[in-house]
């Protein structure tokens, strides 16, 4: 039976694992507290962006969030038909659409910020204060990434 066991400890000691089963408990907290707020995580990424960037050019948005063209139409539509975003000619390019937030989505983004940073809190409530910004700032070095 120790043999059964042995390749599970191995792979749940390294460093990815561990790392990827944080980050699916972290974003299944986030995705819950978004959906009681009725968006999905793609949704607060995009209105995030656009609070961000805005008027951004569609193109731009969606390079500059990493989603397909394709998948960034379906998610502007589900944005404008709830009233969270306006997509209208660019005025540097009228050949390019622009995106901005509406007063609604304004609101609404920060909602799930809130509810996005207390889902954050409760993935790290076991650390201590200390623990938490140690944690973060380690995370950012292995990431490769600035906060």
């Known amino acids: 039976m120790a ?5 599970l400890a191995a792979i749940r000691s390294l460093p990815s694992w561990l790392l990827g089963r944080a ?15 009725g968006l999905k995580m ?10 961000d960037l805005a008027p951004v050019a569609q193109a731009d ?19 404008q038909a ?3 975003v306006l997509r209208e000619p ?7 659409n622009a995106v901005s937030l509406t007063e609604e989505g304004a609101r609404l ?6 509810a996005a940073r207390e889902a954050n809190d409760d993935l790290l409530a076991p650390l201590s204060p ?8 380690l995370l950012i070095r292995i990431s490769g990434t600035e906060a």
Request: net charge neutral; with cysteine.
């Open 90 to 96: 660019d005025p540097r390019d009228r050949r390019k």
């Open 109 to 114: 983004l920060t909602c799930c910020e809130k």
């Open 3 to 7: 043999d059964a066991e042995a390749p």
């Open 23 to 37: 980050a699916a408990r972290g974003r299944a907290l986030v995705a819950e507290a978004l959906a009681a707020e």
């Open 42 to 51: 793609w949704h607060h990424v995009v209105l995030s962006a656009v609070r």
């Open 61 to 79: 948005l969606g390079r500059g969030v990493g989603l397909d063209p394709k998948d960034l139409v379906g998610v502007l539509n589900d944005l």
């Open 82 to 84: 709830a009233g969270l």
């Open 130 to 137: 200390p623990e938490r910004d140690r944690f973060m700032a």
